[in-house]
Structures are given as C-alpha cells and as structure tokens.
C-alpha cells in the first residue's frame, strides 16, 4: 500500500506500507524482526520509509509492499519520481530482532535483504540498527533524517 502525508505532523506507518514525502513529519513504526527503510535525499528533504515483514516476495500476496526484495525497491523509485537525486540518497535500515525459538532467523534474513538491495541499487546506508533480541519503536523526522530509537522489552 502506498500512502501520503497530508499536513499531519505524525504519522504511523503500518506492515506493508511505504511513504515518500516533503511534508515536515515524523514517521513512526513499531518492527521487531520486521525491517524499515528510510531514505532521505538531504537537498531536497524528501524522506521516505516502508515497513517489510519478509525478505522476499512470493509472487501471489497482493501487497508486494510486505516484502523486502519489492518495498526496498519501490520506496528508492518514489523517492526519485519525487524529485530525490538517486546519487544524494542516503538510507537507515532498523528493527530484524530475532527470536531465540525461531529456526528461520526472519529477522537476520530481512536485514540482509536490506543491505544486499541497497547495495545493488547503488544506495549509501548511513546507520543501521538491525538485530539484536528486542524490538524496536522507530521515529523518523523526514525533514531532518534525525532517527529516534527506543527499545521494547
């Protein structure tokens, strides 16, 4: 799902969503092995961040959105066709918390797909907060690429 931002000042970005824009908000998730990326192109202040579940999409879920291998890439394409300058780019990647029961290690696998998109799409990541065991409240100012982290237990 591809949403907007209006004139809110926050805005809660839900599993599946993707959201570019030059509104001066904060974009806020909540990921445990889920993964967000933001993007920001810091001349225009154009910001962007999508929340993926899975690394790689299978093809028959309607909302590719939910998967990294398309979120990642849709979100770079919108922040572009808003004007971004794909070389100014830059990108954060937060949450992948793993489970010690988990034997598919969701979260390690969406971190990577992160890196691995952002990479071959030629796309700078300036932070990463990835792993770990706990989950993540994220708080991303789009007019200022400030990312505020707090920890859930």
């Keep these: 799902m591809l949403v907007s931002a209006w004139m809110n000042t926050d805005y809660f970005l839900k599993p599946g969503e993707l959201i ?3 509104n001066p908000i904060h974009i806020t998730t909540i990921l445990g092995s889920c993964i967000s990326v933001s993007l920001f192109d810091p001349v225009l ?9 899975l690394p790689f999409w299978n093809g028959r879920d309607q909302n590719p959105f939910k998967y990294g291998n398309c979120a990642i890439k849709a979100l770079i394409k919108r922040m572009v066709n808003n ?8 990108a ?3 949450g992948g918390a793993f489970s ?11 971190a ?8 071959e799409q030629g796309i700078k990541i300036h932070e ?8 993540r409240k994220i708080r991303f ?13």
Excluded: C, P, W
Excluded at 101 to 109: A, E, L, R, T, Y
């Design 83 to 90: 004007g971004a300058v794909h070389d100014r780019i830059i």
């Design 141 to 153: 100012s789009v007019s200022t690429n400030e990312v505020i982290i707090n920890y859930l237990n």
């Design 45 to 53: 202040k154009l910001g962007g961040m999508n929340h993926y579940m």
């Design 112 to 119: 990577m797909i992160a890196q691995e998109v952002l990479h």
């Design 20 to 22: 570019v824009t030059k």
């Design 128 to 135: 990463q907060n990835v792993g770990g065991r706990y989950g």
């Design 92 to 94: 954060g990647v937060y």
């Design 100 to 110: 010690s029961n988990s034997v598919f290690k969701i979260g390690h696998q969406n």
